[in-house]
C-alpha cells in the first residue's frame, strides 16, 4: 500500500486512488462485495490475511489504508491482528470519531488509515495514524487535493518528491478526469523505478494493482486495475447513501 490521492470535484463527489505495492505473488481477489454490520461493503481482498486496502461502503464511507504511520518502524512479529482487517471494522461503526477512538490497535503493526465520511455536516476527510503507541487524528479540508505515500517504502525526501510530482501535475491539469488520474498513478516521473508512483524494487517487489474509487452524486464506483495479470474489474453501487 503505497500511494494515495484525494482529489475532490465539488459537491460531495471525489476520487480516491490507491497504488499496491505488494510481492507479485501474493494472491489478491478482485473487487468483492460482502455485508458487514448490515451494509454492503466492497473491496478487493488480500487472500493470506482476509482483509483489504480501500473499501467502500453504502452508508457513504471510503478507507484506504497505507503501511506505516510517520516514519519507517521495526516490525515487532507477530501481530495478533492484520493492518487489513482493521480497515474493514470501520464499517462496524456507526461513526468514524466512535472508531477512532475505541479500536483496540495494541496488537496492530502501525499504519495511515486515510478516511472518507458522508455525516450530516456534509464530507468530512480523517487522517488516522497508529505509530504502535499512540493514535492520532487529524481532520482534513475536503476542497483541497491530498496525497500520500507509505513511511515503510519511501522516505522523507522521497515522499516530498512524489508530493512535488503530484502538485505539478494538478497545474497542468485544471480539469481532472478519471482516466487522468490513473494516468498519473502509472506514469513515470523520474527514471529510477525503485522512487517511481509505479515501482519496481526487484524480488517480485512491485505495484501490482491501482484501485480507484469515484464518489458521484448518490452511487460509487471502483475500478481494479490488476498490473500483474492486465485485468480491469468494476463494480457501481446505486445504493450509496
Same mark, same amino acid.
Given at each position: 500500500?503505497?500511494?494515495?490521492?484525494?482529489?475532490?470535484?465539488?459537491?460531495?463527489?471525489?476520487?480516491?486512488?490507491?497504488?499496491?505495492?505488494?510481492?507479485?505473488?501474493?494472491?489478491?481477489?478482485?473487487?468483492?462485495?460482502?455485508?458487514?454490520?448490515?451494509?454492503?461493503?466492497?473491496?478487493?481482498?488480500?487472500?493470506?490475511?482476509?482483509?483489504?486496502?480501500?473499501?467502500?461502503?453504502?452508508?457513504?464511507?471510503?478507507?484506504?489504508?497505507?503501511?506505516?504511520?510517520?516514519?519507517?518502524?521495526?516490525?515487532?512479529?507477530?501481530?495478533?491482528?492484520?493492518?487489513?482487517?482493521?480497515?474493514?471494522?470501520?464499517? #462496524?461503526?456507526?461513526?468514524?470519531?466512535?472508531?477512532?477512538?475505541?479500536?483496540?490497535? =495494541?496488537?496492530?503493526?502501525?499504519?495511515?488509515?486515510?478516511?472518507?465520511?458522508?455525516?450530516?455536516?456534509?464530507?468530512?476527510?480523517?487522517?488516522?495514524?497508529?505509530?504502535?503507541?499512540?493514535?492520532?487524528?487529524?481532520?482534513?479540508?475536503? =476542497?483541497?487535493?491530498?496525497?500520500?505515500?507509505?513511511?515503510?517504502?519511501?522516505?522523507?525526501?522521497?515522499?516530498?518528491?512524489?508530493?512535488?510530482?503530484?502538485?505539478?501535475?494538478?497545474?497542468?491539469?485544471?480539469?481532472?478526469?478519471?482516466?487522468?488520474?490513473?494516468?498519473?498513478?502509472?506514469?513515470?516521473?523520474?527514471?529510477?523505478?525503485?522512487?517511481?508512483?509505479?515501482?519496481?524494487?526487484?524480488?517480485?517487489?512491485?505495484?501490482?494493482?491501482?484501485?480507484?474509487?469515484?464518489?458521484?452524486?448518490?452511487?460509487?464506483?471502483? #475500478?481494479?486495475?490488476?498490473?500483474?495479470?492486465?485485468?480491469?474489474?468494476?463494480?457501481?453501487?446505486?445504493?450509496?447513501?
Amino acid at each position: 500500500m503505497c500511494t494515495v490521492s484525494f482529489i475532490p470535484l465539488g459537491n460531495n463527489e471525489f476520487y480516491l486512488t490507491s497504488n499496491r505495492d505488494e510481492w507479485n505473488l501474493r494472491p489478491t481477489l478482485a473487487p468483492v462485495t460482502e455485508i458487514i454490520a448490515g451494509q454492503e461493503v466492497t473491496f478487493p481482498k488480500d487472500e493470506t490475511a482476509g482483509g483489504t486496502w480501500i473499501a467502500a461502503g453504502e452508508n457513504g464511507r471510503v478507507c484506504c489504508l497505507l503501511n506505516g504511520a510517520f516514519e519507517r518502524h521495526e516490525r515487532k512479529l507477530p501481530y495478533g491482528l492484520s493492518r487489513g482487517k482493521v480497515i474493514l471494522m470501520a464499517f #462496524e461503526y456507526e461513526n468514524v470519531a466512535d472508531f477512532f477512538d475505541k479500536i483496540d490497535l =495494541s496488537e496492530v503493526e502501525p499504519f495511515t488509515l486515510v478516511v472518507v465520511d458522508k455525516s450530516k455536516y456534509g464530507l468530512q476527510l480523517f487522517e488516522f495514524r497508529w505509530d504502535a503507541t499512540k493514535k492520532h487524528l487529524k481532520q482534513l479540508d475536503t =476542497s483541497q487535493p491530498s496525497l500520500w505515500s507509505s513511511a515503510t517504502l519511501y522516505e522523507p525526501e522521497l515522499r516530498d518528491q512524489k508530493e512535488a510530482f503530484f502538485n505539478q501535475w494538478l497545474k497542468d491539469n485544471p480539469v481532472v478526469t478519471d482516466k487522468a488520474i490513473l494516468n498519473f498513478h502509472s506514469s513515470k516521473h523520474g527514471q529510477d523505478m525503485s522512487k517511481n508512483m509505479l515501482i519496481e524494487r526487484g524480488f517480485g517487489l512491485q505495484t501490482v494493482s491501482i484501485t480507484q474509487v469515484k464518489k458521484s452524486e448518490n452511487e460509487f464506483s471502483m #475500478e481494479y486495475h490488476d498490473l500483474v495479470n492486465n485485468k480491469t474489474t468494476s463494480i457501481n453501487n446505486k445504493k450509496y447513501a
